[in-house]
């Protein structure tokens, strides 16, 4: 019971701490910020299903 | 007198906040004329008074309200003795701030659950913020759902320490009647002696916010 009642209390001020946290960070510097913007220019790498990782271990082929 | 305005808000779903919101203004209309004021899209409560079988209403009035929740609150003020106004389940809208601006209290509605505890320290700053336009703002959290025989359900006191709103002393147990009320467009006052533990819970609850 005691036991729940200090995990339950960590999780409240774990999730204040978490809720300061954003208003504390810095303002990105005007340096960061191009290069922020070139990173959001970059298409994204197309997204590959890695059909070998969808199967069992046993069953990777080839192998 | 103006109406004292009640907030039943929490930006989780699920907290029972429309059950909490049905069933205090049952009991408030017991006392003086009350009215439930609809502020979630989801038209919960209004659906709620229209299952109402038509040899008894639901005892309070409801309204839905999209617009400008402050400016309906203050037209209804003088007409009524309590209104409470269910809140919709978000902080992106403006409703919430407005519905505790407005508001003399506001009642945040916690489930025993870690994830639903932890998620209302976001409620406790949405607090801290309408308190800049509404410094008398009072705020309550509420237990709602309990099991008593539950240890996770005992220990939310202690956890609830940690935040810096106060917990009502009388909290909501978890009990069937409670949607079988909902279902009959009802509320647990009404519905005799299967309600009777209910009502005596919701009855502790108004008293407690009324002398506070």
């Known amino acids: 019971m005691k036991k729940l009642e200090t995990k339950l209390a960590a999780g409240v001020r774990q999730a204040k701490k978490t809720q300061e946290q954003p208003a504390m960070a810095p303002a990105s510097t005007p340096a960061a910020a191009p290069q922020a913007k070139r990173q959001s220019d970059q298409p994204s790498a197309p997204v590959r299903d890695d059909t070998r990782q969808n199967l069992h271990p046993e069953r990777v082929w080839p192998d | ?212």
Not at chain 2, 24 to 46: C, E, H, K, M
Not at chain 2, 107 to 134: F, G, H, T, Y
């Open chain 2, 1 to 212: 007198m103006p109406a004292q305005v009640f907030a039943i808000a929490n930006q989780k779903g699920g907290t029972g906040k429309t059950t909490l919101t049905m069933n205090l203004a049952a009991g408030l209309a017991r006392r003086g004329r009350t009215l439930v004021v609809d502020a979630d899209p989801q038209g919960s409560a209004s659906q709620w008074a229209r299952l109402a079988p038509d040899e008894r209403a639901y005892p309070a009035t409801v309204i839905a309200v999209a617009g400008s929740l402050s400016r309906e609150v203050g037209r209804f003020r003088q007409d009524y003795q309590y209104i409470v106004v269910d809140c919709p389940p978000t902080l992106e809208s403006d409703a919430v701030r407005l519905a505790m601006v407005a508001a003399d209290r506001v009642l945040i509605p916690v489930l025993p659950s870690p994830m639903d505890l932890w998620a209302s320290v976001r409620m406790a700053k949405a607090v801290e913020n309408a308190r800049q336009d509404n410094r008398n703002l009072q705020a309550n959290l509420i237990l709602n759902q309990l099991e008593v025989r539950n240890a996770l359900s005992r220990s939310m006191r202690q956890a609830l320490a940690e935040f810096d709103i106060p917990a009502l002393r009388n909290a909501v147990q978890r009990r069937a009647i409670y949607r079988n009320a909902a279902l009959e467009g009802v509320s647990v006052y009404d519905l005799a002696n299967r309600g009777k533990p209910a009502a005596a819970e919701i009855d502790a609850i108004i008293e407690e916010i009324l002398e506070l």
